[in-house]
């Protein structure tokens, strides 16, 4: 497996965050736009916002880092490190079960409320659980 390094991992990061920006950008207009969608205004207002300032922190965050050579060493000294690495592995392993166990008991129980909510949790389960093999054979490829 080709190992990018830090600083390259560091330029992916930034353009996702602006890419993330954009993307709220764009979707906010596009619903603050269209007269068709005035009853999504609420909801995406807030969503759009949120992700709009999580990526605008997250990018000056990183900008901030590369400037600083001492403090993105230790970063990518914290990032690198095995015992972090294993953690972070196993607690999204974990987290990956317990949602896929939360998403089946709520489909369970949506059943008794609204056959259209149960089979919109039954197509998102069956495509989290395509996700996580065809993820596990990327990786195991890769490995």
Not at 98 to 125: D, K, N, P, Q, W
């Amino acid at each position: 497996m080709k190992k990018i390094s830090f600083e390259q991992r560091l330029n992916l990061r930034l353009y996702m965050n602006i890419g993330c920006m954009i993307v709220a950008i764009i979707l906010f207009t596009f619903v603050l736009l269209n007269k068709e969608f005035a009853y999504l205004i609420p909801m995406y207002s807030g969503a759009l916002s949120g992700l709009f300032f999580a990526s605008l922190a997250l990018f000056f965050r990183n900008r901030k880092l590369r400037k600083n050579p001492n403090k993105m060493k230790e970063k990518e000294l914290l990032e690198t490190d095995e015992r972090n690495i294993f953690i972070t592995r196993v607690s999204y392993t974990i987290f990956s079960y317990v949602s896929i166990e939360i998403l089946f008991i709520a489909m369970l129980i949506s059943g008794f409320f609204s056959i259209t909510i149960f089979y919109t949790l039954l197509t998102l389960l069956c495509v989290d659980i395509v996700f996580i093999f065809f993820i596990r054979h990327m990786v195991e490829k890769m490995y």
